[in-house]
């Protein structure tokens, strides 16, 4: 069942945040996709994230993690084997493409392959000019221009 929002009353009162509802869009065409491989995502520390999704069957060399822009993939393709005669084939190995959007400044910093589990460490780096600042405000006895003046001087 898909459902459509309203974003209007969010529109309102937030700037520059127009691809919101591509993302809302596609986060929930991908519930609805096929959930292979199952993961966790975990928050490690204050800005930090741990990925782990259970691949077994795969080898580090089948699968493929690429980080771009605000996004990272993740992708997974066994070879095919004909030389074995399955009497039951229980364990997944199908091949895999996962997304997961990334938030802004969110850098992948490692990737790592133990006990059938891929796990992708990811920190949150914000740049100091776009960490939040305190701003002066001016009494109205001073002039914008005299405050200016005075802080050239000092």
């Known amino acids: 069942m ?3 929002f309203d974003f209007a009353p969010l529109w309102r009162s937030t700037i520059g945040f127009d691809h919101l509802a591509d993302l809302v869009d596609s986060t929930l065409r991908q519930a609805t996709e096929d959930n292979y491989p199952p993961y966790n995502i975990e928050r ?3 800005d930090h994230y741990r990925i782990s999704l ?3 069957g795969f080898g580090v060399g089948d699968i493929a993690v690429t980080a771009e822009q605000n996004a ?3 992708e997974g393709q066994k070879p095919e084997s004909s030389t074995r005669e399955y009497l039951y084939h229980g364990i997944a190995a199908r091949p895999f493409r996962r997304v997961f959007n ?3 400044y969110v850098q992948v910093k490692q990737a790592s392959f133990r006990d059938g589990l ?3 460490d990811l ?3 914000v740049p100091e000019a776009m960490k939040p600042r305190r701003i002066e405000i001016a009494s109205s006895s001073t002039s914008p221009t005299s ?3 005075q802080q050239k001087a000092a």
């Open 123 to 125: 920190v949150r780096e």
């Open 102 to 104: 990334l938030a802004d």
């Open 118 to 120: 891929l796990i992708i």
């Open 2 to 4: 898909r459902t459509s």
């Open 44 to 46: 490690s520390g204050e």
């Open 147 to 149: 405050q200016i003046e």
């Open 54 to 56: 259970a691949v077994a």
């Open 72 to 74: 990272l993939i993740i």
